[in-house]
């Protein structure tokens, strides 16, 4: 099973969550198996474990590492390890979710697969009625707050449209700055890189935004800003 086969395209868009959360579902059988991880350097898997084993798991699965940007190999380990009718058994949700999407896609490719979750803080089984409308709750507000976040940007984008205001990032420079540069040019003692080095771009910039300055001849000049040293510039 690859990472992606556990996560759906979204909470509610695949109707992964989209079944009767009340009706009866076949007991689950299988083995419970435990996931523990850590988010900052200083929390210890001690008390995870502890309580996992505690609730019986067979086996525990354990992320040492923490961040954002860090792969949890020890979830998707756990993930390919277990089989229909095995069931997911947390300390608390936020182990196993970074957020509330996070967390229903992760529940809802386990359910595609027969497998149950419980977290033992909040005291969730989906392998029960109310396990299961909860989760359905859960789904149905980060769609809700997706939606919202959708709409608020959407909204915000076309207000500032109707105020006349330039979208994204701002030009290296400026409207006054580009006329500046054609008056500076027109002085012959002015340097093609003294003039850059005034705007505070790099002479890349300056042809960008004052195309006729590549035609002009250029004397032994000092080197103008770098591109990536021009201050407040965006290529």
Not at 70 to 94: C, I, N
Request: glycine content about 10%; proline content about 6%.
């Amino acid at each position: 099973m690859t990472k992606d086969a556990a996560l759906p395209a979204g909470p509610l868009l695949d109707g992964s969550l989209g079944e009767d959360p009340l009706a009866p579902e076949p007991a689950l059988t299988g083995a419970l198996i435990g996931y523990a991880r850590v988010s900052t350097g200083g929390q210890r898997l001690d008390r995870q474990i502890t309580a996992l084993e505690a609730a019986g798991c067979a086996r525990i699965f354990a992320d040492k590492k923490s961040g954002k940007n860090v792969e949890r190999e020890e979830l998707w380990k756990a993930l390919d390890y277990m089989r229909p009718g095995d069931t997911l058994v947390v300390p608390s949700l936020d182990r196993l979710g970074r957020s509330l999407q996070d967390l229903i896609a992760i529940v809802a490719g386990l359910r595609r697969r027969g497998i149950g979750f419980r977290s033992l803080h909040e005291a969730l089984d989906t392998t029960t009625p109310g396990g299961r409308l909860v989760f359905h709750v859960f789904a149905a507000l980060a769609e809700f707050i997706r939606e919202l976040i959708v709409q608020g940007t959407r909204e915000g984008l076309d207000a500032a449209r109707a105020r006349g205001q330039r979208l994204g990032r701002p030009p290296a420079l400026t409207p006054d700055q580009v006329r500046q540069a054609r008056a500076l040019l027109a002085r012959p003692e002015e340097s093609i890189s003294s003039i850059a080095r005034l705007l505070g771009v790099s002479r890349s910039t300056l042809y960008k935004y004052v195309p006729e300055a590549k035609g002009r001849p250029r004397a032994i000049e000092a080197p103008a800003l770098s591109d990536t040293a021009a201050r407040g510039e965006t290529a």
